[in-house]
C-alpha cells in the first residue's frame, strides 16, 4: 500500500498496527488510517489520509498526546480521541481535525462506569455509545450539544450484554440498528429492515443471519448465516422479488446434516453461582457415559455461545461429549460477573469449570474415567491448572498456545503500554502470581499432556509451553510437545490447524480409548 518513499517517514516501530478508521465511500481513491510514528508525538496515533493509487498519505489529524484510537463521524471529519494513561481513560471531542479537545468523559478501565463511543448518527451531533444500564452494557445515544451529555437508551437486554458494531444505511441517511456480539444477530430499529430481518428469520430459521453488503438503492444484499448446525453460507436476496438464492459456502462438506446440534445448559458452582455452558454430544447418540472433553474458552473475558464452533463439532465428530462453560470473569453476563474474574486466575474461575465436570459426570453424560481438558490460550492455562490441582480428574490435557507462567505474564507486559490494565486484571503480587501457574506444579501432573504452540505467537509468547515442556520433561512427566514454525496465536495458517487437530485427534484417541 505504501511506497518506500512514505514508509521512510515512520521513525520507530511501533507497538500497533495501523488501521483503517474511515473507507470514505463517496472517494474511493482514499483511506483513512490511523498510525504511529508521524510528526513530533511518533509513539501516539495521527490520522492520514491515504492515496490507495500511489501509496502516498497526507497527514489529517496530528497524533496527541495519550490518544490512541480516533473516531470520524458521518462527514469523515475526525471527531471523536479515545485517552489513555496508565488505566485511566478519557474520551474527546472535537469540531475538527485538530482542533481544541474537549472531555466528554472520564473513567478507569474495567470499571462500571466505563463509557465506549461506537459510533455517529448521519447528524454529526449525535454519538451512541456503549454503557452499563442496570448492571449490563447497553446500547444508548448522547446529542454531543446537551450540556448535561444526557444518555438515551436505545437498546438493553435484562439478562445479557448487549454490544455491536452500528448498521448504518446510506440510502436512509440514518443508523437502523446493530449487528450484536450476541450470535452475530441483527438489532433494527427501523421498521422496513425489522420486516426485512424478520423475513429472513422466517426463510433461515435454524441460523443467525448478517447483512454483510446492500446495493446502493439497500434492495439487493449479501447475507452470511450461520448458526448451531450451520457452518456458513452465503446468500444473494433481492427484496423486490422476495428471493434468496444460496452462492457460497464456508465450509462446503460441513452440510447441517453432519453437525451435532448443542444444547444450552446450566449448574451451579460450588458457592451457588448460576453457570451457563454448551453441550454438544455426538449425533444419534446417547448422551450417556461417554468420554468427554472440557473445553474452557480463551480470553479469558470472552464467551461461548451455541453458535458453530469448529472444535467443538470436530470433537463430537470424533464420538466425544464437549462442555463449554462461561464461567466467573466471562464477557456477556453484566459487570459483577466479569468483575468477578479480575486477578482469578487459578481461583474460583478454575473450580467453576471443575464443577462444571462433576455435574456432568453426575449427570451421567460423561465417563469419569475418560475425560480430557482441552484449552486454548487462556483455556490452555485452565487445562494444565485443571490436571495439576484435580489430578485425580482428568485423564489428559491438552494445551493449545496457553499460558503456562503467570508472572511471566504479567512481566513480559512491561514494555508495552497496557501494562498497567494487565497488572488490574491479573495481578502484580508475583510470588502468588507464579504459585497459581501451571509451571509451578508440574510435580502434581501424572496424566499425559499435549503442548502445542506457534513460535511467532504475538499474545502468548511460545516461552510458555516450551518451559512447561522443559519442566514436564525434567521430572519424566507424560508429554508430548509440537511446535508450528512460523505459527500465530490463532492457527491462522491451514497446514498449522490441520496438525494441530491430526495431533489432537490421535492424543485424544490414544488416551481417553476412543477409536
Known sequence: ????????????????????????????????????????????????????????????????????????????????????????????EQKGAGEDLRKLWEFEALAEDVIWPIGFDHDPNILYISAYHQGFKAIFKVNLTDPTLTKELVSHNENYDVEGWLVYSALKQKVIGLSTDIEGEYLFWDQDYIKLNNGLTTALPESHNVITQFSDDERRYIVYATGPIESGAYYFGNRDQKALYPIAYRYSQLPPEVLSQPQTVHYNARDGLAIEAFLTTPKDTDAKNLPTIIFPHGGPISYDSTTFDYWAQFLAN????????????????????????????????????????????????????????????????????????????????????????????????????????????????????????????????????????GTKDRVVRVQHSEEMYDALKDLHKPVKYIELENGDHYLSNNEHRLTTFIAIEHFLATNLGVK
Open 1 to 92: 500500500m505504501f511506497s518506500n518513499r512514505s514508509l521512510s517517514r515512520f521513525v520507530d516501530l511501533p507497538q500497533l498496527q495501523a488501521s483503517v478508521i474511515d473507507y470514505l465511500d463517496n472517494d474511493p481513491d482514499h483511506i483513512l488510517m490511523q498510525i504511529q510514528g508521524l510528526g513530533s508525538k511518533p509513539q501516539y496515533e495521527s490520522v492520514v489520509k491515504v492515496s490507495l493509487k500511489t501509496g502516498g498519505i497526507k497527514t489529517l489529524q496530528p497524533a496527541r498526546m495519550h490518544i490512541g484510537n480516533w473516531l470520524t463521524d458521518r462527514q469523515h471529519k475526525v471527531r471523536i480521541g479515545i485517552y489513555r494513561d496508565d488505566t485511566t481513560y478519557r474520551i474527546y
Open 318 to 453: 470424533r464420538g466425544y461429549a464437549v462442555l463449554q462453560m462461561n464461567f466467573r470473569g466471562s464477557s456477556g453476563y453484566g459487570f459483577n460477573f466479569m468483575s468477578s474474574g479480575l486477578k482469578n486466575w487459578g481461583l474460583e474461575m478454575q473450580t467453576d469449570i471443575e464443577d462444571g465436570t462433576h455435574w456432568l459426570i453426575e449427570q451421567g453424560i460423561s465417563d469419569p474415567k475418560r475425560v480430557c481438558i482441552v484449552g486454548a490460550s487462556y483455556g490452555g492455562y485452565a487445562a494444565l491448572m485443571g490436571v495439576a490441582i484435580t489430578p485425580y480428574l482428568y485423564q489428559c490435557a491438552i494445551s493449545v498456545a496457553g499460558v503456562t507462567d503467570l508472572e511471566y505474564l504479567v512481566k513480559s507486559s512491561r514494555r508495552y503500554d497496557n501494562s498497567k490494565i494487565v497488572k488490574k486484571q491479573i495481578g502484580d503480587d508475583y510470588d502468588d502470581l507464579y504459585q497459581r501457574s501451571p509451571i509451578s506444579k508440574v510435580a502434581n501432573i501424572n496424566v499425559p499432556v499435549l503442548l502445542i504452540h
